[in-house]
């Protein structure tokens, strides 16, 4: 037993141990005639106590298990064939000694030698075992009795040992890869998403500028909506009243909502139809009594919305209504009531809204270009991406881009006169006395100046051209770009407080619509301030008159009037048809 042990345990080590083809076979002859004149002795003696082997006496040992491994296949096929699974490339010239059909077998690759060789047995590649360098081998005595032995007989495999060992395979190029990493591709689908929802709503808000001035209103009422919804839609996070939220919600919050919503936008649309299509409103006699009495209905309107929330008060229910109260109004006064300015930017002349809007974009984008080129110092808290470069050099970018940006679109009169018609499109011959502020105009240089640039030159220069509009630009880019991001950063306040990154997913990529608007609000209620108080020219209007006419006269005396006016215009030579 002791015998079979050891032979066993040299098999082992056999296959762990890379052949060098230095020993010849006259030293493994030598070693054989040696084990046969010790066996007698040997088997009678103790076991030598465990002697250190040198390397080439274990190269010996790894030999001789190999030709016992063989010899017991032969011995297992006696027809001469023989399985080898697991044969190192030294085996297959020593395997002819038994049969020629060993020269099929492939080569098993050469093991590395470890400080703990794991040896794969034979019959089972899944189950390793580890053989510590460090253990002290058998005696030589006790391999040299081994080798004289007759070999034993082996022991039936049992079915796990007997099944066929499937090849392993090196692993392909594409499993070492490795693996993606899933946040950077969620990014760049983000990008991706974030790029192509931003040239989509380009092409949405160029074509509704080409279509006419009607289709622009809609697009802001559009605007505002969703973002009445988003912000009235956050009241809910502040609730801290658990009870509430396990009582349930005010049936009529939601409908009182949207019925204060729809009230302000009839006063205030109101209030912009009548201003400026009187020549339209006062002619017709059914929109008379509208026009009219336009700020009592309003008015009506709201009250009967107060006496709606008083009478859906309940004890269990007062402190969220009345948050929700103020809530709501607050949201009216930020989004309705600046919506409403826009508006009125859009009926002074498509310029008043294109312009600044194209402002508020560039300067977003500047600071972004900025911000990630040489951007290094923070600027706000509020908004940890933003820095003093990029604030700075999009600053500078605005202006310059306001520059010609405005004077591009000056040009057009479809872009600079006021509505009178709201069938109008881009390619309508639209034809207006233009506003002062667009008319070209010279100014004298100074004397002195006007040499020295001549001097300069070689060229005469007395005058340089110019048009009031270019002020106007650069107060606008100086609004957008020092005052109206501040928008924005309230935003930002706004989200912080509430702890979420977006005000709603209403535009891919982007998030709501209340992170694209934030600073457009700002910025278009600067724009109408700035041109009605600045800009706007009060000339009489035929609207205008015959808005005095009537509401101020009655039916007789606008009988009167047209009779005095009639003959006037024949006393002028202007005929005049019954």
């Known amino acids: 037993m002791a015998q079979s042990r050891f032979a066993s345990r040299s098999m082992f080590a056999a296959l762990s141990v890379e052949s060098s083809g230095e020993e010849s076979e006259e030293e493994i002859s030598e070693s054989e005639v040696k084990s046969s004149a010790t066996t007698s002795s040997a088997a009678t003696e103790p076991p030598a106590p465990p002697v250190k082997m040198s390397k080439t006496a274990m190269k010996k040992a790894a030999k001789a298990a190999r030709l016992e491994k063989l010899n017991s296949l032969a011995a297992e096929k ?102 993606s990493d899933p946040e950077n591709v969620k990014k760049r689908q983000n990008i991706f998403t974030r790029t192509l929802w931003t040239f989509i709503m380009i092409g949405v808000f160029i074509g509704l500028l080409l279509m006419g001035h009607a289709y622009m209103v809609l697009l802001v009422m559009l605007c505002q909506t969703l973002v009445y919804r988003e912000v009235t839609a956050l009241f809910v996070l502040a609730q801290s009243d658990k009870r509430d939220e396990v009582e349930g919600k005010d049936p009529w919050s939601k409908t009182l909502n949207w019925y204060f919503f729809a009230a302000t936008n009839y006063f205030l649309y109101g209030e912009s139809i009548i201003y400026y299509f009187k020549h339209v409103v006062f002619s017709e006699a059914q929109l008379l009594p509208f026009a009219t009495n336009h700020r009592l209905i309003s008015f009506a309107l709201y009250t009967i919305g107060l006496m709606g929330f008083v009478l859906s008060l309940q004890k269990r229910y007062l402190r969220k209504q009345f948050g929700l109260f103020c809530w709501v109004h607050m949201s009216l006064l930020l989004i309705v009531v600046s919506s409403h300015f826009i508006v009125n930017n859009i009926l002074e002349g498509l310029i008043w809204f294109w312009v600044p809007a194209s402002l508020v974009i560039c300067n977003d984008v500047f600071a972004y270009i900025w911000g990630m080129s040489i951007g290094r110092t923070p600027l706000i808290k509020l908004s940890p991406k933003k820095t003093v470069e990029g604030f700075v050099g999009a600053f500078i970018s605005t202006v310059l881009f306001s520059l010609l940006w405005g004077s591009y679109f000056m040009r057009f009169n479809y872009m600079i006169c006021p509505v009178h018609d709201l069938g109008v499109s881009a390619w309508s011959n639209v034809q207006c006395v233009p506003n002062p502020v667009f008319v070209w105009k010279d100014w004298q240089i100074p004397t002195p100046l006007a040499t020295v640039l001549s001097t300069t030159l070689q060229k005469q220069i007395t005058s340089i051209s110019y048009v009031p509009y270019h002020l106007h630009l650069l107060s606008m880019s100086f609004f957008a770009s020092l005052v109206a991001p501040f928008g924005g950063f309230f935003a930002s306040g706004f989200k912080r407080a509430f702890n979420i990154k977006d005000f709603g997913h209403s535009i891919p990529g982007h998030g709501g619509m209340t992170d694209r608007m934030d600073c457009q609000f700002l910025m278009g209620v600067f724009t109408y301030v700035y041109y009605s108080s600045l800009i706007r020219q009060h000339n009489v209007t035929v609207g205008s008159i015959l808005q005095k006419i009537v509401s101020g006269l009655s039916v007789n005396e606008q009988l009167e009037l047209i009779v005095d006016l009639k003959k006037y215009l024949e006393g002028m030579g202007v005929s005049v048809p019954c």
């Open 78 to 179: 006696p027809n001469g064939e023989i399985t080898a699974k697991a044969v190192s490339s030294s085996d297959l010239a020593e395997a002819n000694l038994f049969s020629g059909n060993l020269e099929d077998l492939e080569p098993e690759p050469p093991v590395e030698l470890a400080d703990e060789a794991t040896v794969v047995s034979n019959h089972a590649l899944e189950h390793p075992v580890t053989i510590p360098l460090e253990a002290a081998p058998p005696s030589k005595d006790s391999m040299e009795h081994s080798y004289s032995e007759p070999t034993p007989e082996p022991e039936p495999l049992s079915e796990l040992e007997a099944s066929p060992i499937a090849p392993i395979e090196a692993p392909s190029s594409k499993q070492d890869a490795p693996p």
